[in-house]
């Protein structure tokens, strides 16, 4: 039970607003953290302090220990922490495979001499990485669409190559900002198999989702966030059962909602 | 989408060959002719040049004739006052021109389009001001350097029309290997994330800083070796062939035949520096033509004449 991520009083304010406040939780190897909120809770605030788009004005961010706070997004996916985007972002003008394909940049071990000259060694690593990307393709399902323009397909489909992206860097940890965003429940089903598969391959997910149901069924931790501090913490039946979230986040309906 | 793998394979095909064919002009064309084909390499390879960091990077250089200029420039200043032979001088001409673009570019780097395209536009206006100005008694100012002499090569003096045409298109097929081999590999992949997508890029672990730098230094690189083609054969340089006008035609070139297409960057030069030759008596009309035609394409085909193909699998 080690902490692979560890926020540590963790803050941060926009033109006098305190966005996230003193805000503590830890993601242990091998397990789902579900961080949910309502919508402008400071959730995806959050994620962006850890990914290094923002910089923390207090606080700490371990990896493995190490402190990483403020560090540079590239270093931080080399560090194996990747992440999707609550709007999604796949590079519009490239194919589906392009698209995964780029989530390998960091194992491509050629210099760009070698690439400009198309030396042997850069061609032999071109094929293994074309390889390696057909296969997670494979693995998510994706094959069918490899050469169809990435933005063509339906919004799950993007996820799915988003999350394929991802998958593409070998991450030991990724996160999720609001996975379910604009997907039908059909969708929303399928993405929870899809996190339960990728969970298999031993890879820690921290998912950030104002959507209960997809927290509540494939969390095994729940932190629960409302105006930038941490209101509840516990697996889904504590958090679920909290006098505090149920008040201050849920509201009545949402409460009935959930309990049913 | 359909058409592309055909496409693809005929463009393997055809390139090479054209290419080959294009090796026979001097026995087919008089020597005014031989020069203006002699041109057209000289301007594709630095219309390629500003595609690598325009077309494919995205970044918005509109004072890459600075390059072309530091390429000529160092030729001639090399040639003329220390005899150093042409062809030694063009790994300098490359190597001061890569400097240049690396170090200008490098506090502009973070900056967006519109305020990177005001900065280059400002580099270009300093560097014709600097040529013009003779610092150092040794840019000859306004009126340039004249009698840059002729490269050779294992003792042969390529002084004739066709063997210097016979250079420019050998540099410009290395060129052209070298710009599909950018698009085969990790390097040139980086470039078009960065254009697509900076922060989804940093996340997949893309280090923009370096990656764009390389990129600014690659296609100063490209064009300071094209501006060495250029001092020799034209025997002479002067500011004037290096002016802001100039930088927005290599822009127009890219935009208008195609961002991050090798045919498209070609037929764009083609439109802009051969087909004014044919019709002679039109040149002046040229920017006249040129322009309607770049409003024309912005409208019509805003991706370009011969747009970028996706690659398919």
Redesign the interface.
Known sequence: MSALLELQGVGISFGGLRAVDDLSFSVTEGQIVGLIGPNGAGKTTVFNMI???YRPKTGRVLWQGREITGA???R???LGL??T?QTI???????V??NV???C??A?R?H?W?????LPG?RRE?AEL?ART?EILRRLDLDGV??A?ATSLPYGVQRRVELA?TLA?QPKLIILDEPAAGLNDAESAALNETIFMIRETGVTILLVEHDMNVVMRVSDHVVVINFGRKIAEGDAAAVRADPAVIEAYLGREDAEEVAA | MRGAPLGGATGAVAGPVIWAAGLALPFALDSSWVSIAAFFAIYAITALSEDVILGRAGMFDMGHAVYFGIGAYVTAILNTTLNVPILLTLPLAMLLAAAAGALLSAPLIRLRGDYLLVATIGFNAIFVLAMQNDPGGITGGSDGITGIGVPSLFGLQLESQSAMFWLDWVVLGAVLLVMRNLDRCEFGRALRYLKQDELAAGTLGVDARAVKTLAFALGAALAGLAGTLFAVQLSTVSPSSFVFTESVTLFAIVIVGGQGSIPGVLLGTALMFVVPQIFRGLAEYRYFVFGIAMVAVMVLRPQGLLPRRRAVT
């Open positions: 990914t290094g788009v540079k997004p590239a931080i996916a080399r990747r992440r985007f972002r796949l590079f519009a003008e490239m194919s495979f392009e394909r780029a989530g940049h960091l491509a050629q760009w070698e690439g400009l000259l198309g850069q071109e074309a057909h490899a050469d323009p992206r860097g």
